[in-house]
C-alpha cells in the first residue's frame, strides 16, 4: 500500500542545535502534515502545508512542501528539551471509491540533552 | 475545550478475557478511526466510521469490531484479545471525510497476558 518513508528514525542531539527531517512518497501528495506526540500523550497537529513550494512556521518549527509534491520537510531551530517526542509527517491519499486516508510517516524519534 | 477522550488509559487483561475501549469527541465531528501504535511500524489504521452506523475496515481490522451508534462515540471492542493484540491505541476524529487534519485522544496502553 501507499507509503510515507521518514526519515532519520532517530536523533539524539545537544540542546540548542537545529534539527532537520524528512519525509517521502513514491505518489503525489495535495496535503502535507506534521504531529509531534510526546511521551504519554497522542499526536497533536503542528503544521499543516496545502501547497506545493508553501513554507510555514510556527515559532521554532518550520515545514516545506517540496515543490515535486512528493516530499516535505520538518526543520526545528534552537532545540530545547521539551522538543523531545516523535514527529510524524502524514498525508492524504485516495483510495478507490473515492475516500480519503491519512497516510502516516513511521514517525522520528528525537531526543534532546540538555 | 474540544477534545477526544478515551478510557480507560491503561489496561492489563487476559487472553480471551472481551474488553472495550471507548471513544468520545465533542467535536461533532463526521469521521473517527481506531489506530494502533506499535515500534517502529508508526500508526496503523483499524477500522473507521465515515458517520453514524457507517463503519469500515481499516489495514490491521482482524480480532477487532467498532459500533457507531452516536456521532460522539466510537467504541474498539476486542471479543477475544491475543497477546498480538498489545499496543498503544489512539481514537482520533476529522471534521472532514478522513483525509484532512486528525485529532487524537490521549491513547490506551494494553498490555495482554
Known amino acids: 500500500g501507499q507509503q510515507l518513508n521518514q526519515s532519520p528514525q532517530s536523533m539524539f542531539i545537544q540542546e540548542g542545535e537545529d534539527v532537520s527531517m524528512n519525509c517521502t512518497s513514491s505518489s503525489i501528495f495535495n496535503t502535507w502534515l506534521w504531529y509531534k506526540q510526546e511521551p504519554g500523550e497522542g499526536p497533536v497537529l503542528l503544521i499543516a502545508l496545502y501547497k506545493a513550494g508553501e513554507l510555514t512556521s510556527n515559532g521554532r518549527l518550520t515545514a516545506q512542501f517540496g515543490i515535486t509534491r512528493k516530499d516535505s520537510f520538518l526543520n526545528i531551530s534552537a532545540s530545547i528539551p521539551s522538543d523531545v517526542g516523535i514527529y510524524f509527517c502524514a498525508g492524504p491519499h485516495m483510495f478507490s471509491g473515492g475516500y480519503n486516508k491519512l497516510i502516516f510517516g513511521a514517525g522520528t524519534r528525537l531526543a534532546v540533552h540538555p | 475545550e474540544a477534545q477526544v477522550t478515551q478510557n480507560p488509559r491503561y489496561l492489563i487483561t487476559v487472553t480471551g478475557k472481551k474488553l472495550t475501549v471507548t471513544c468520545s469527541q465533542n467535536m461533532n465531528h463526521e469521521y473517527m478511526s481506531w489506530y494502533r501504535q506499535d515500534p517502529g511500524l508508526g500508526l496503523r489504521q483499524i477500522y473507521y466510521?465515515?458517520?453514524?452506523?457507517?463503519?469500515d475496515k481499516g489495514d490491521v481490522p482482524e480480532g477487532y469490531k467498532v459500533s457507531r451508534k452516536e456521532k460522539r462515540n466510537f467504541p474498539l471492542i476486542l471479543e477475544s484479545p491475543s497477546p498480538n493484540q498489545t499496543s498503544l491505541y489512539f481514537c482520533?476524529?476529522?471534521?472532514?471525510?478522513?483525509?484532512?487534519?486528525?485529532?487524537f485522544g490521549p491513547g490506551t496502553r494494553l498490555l495482554v497476558l
Open positions: 466510521s465515515m458517520n453514524v452506523e457507517v463503519t
Open positions: 482520533a476524529s476529522s471534521s472532514g471525510t478522513g483525509g484532512e487534519t486528525q485529532y
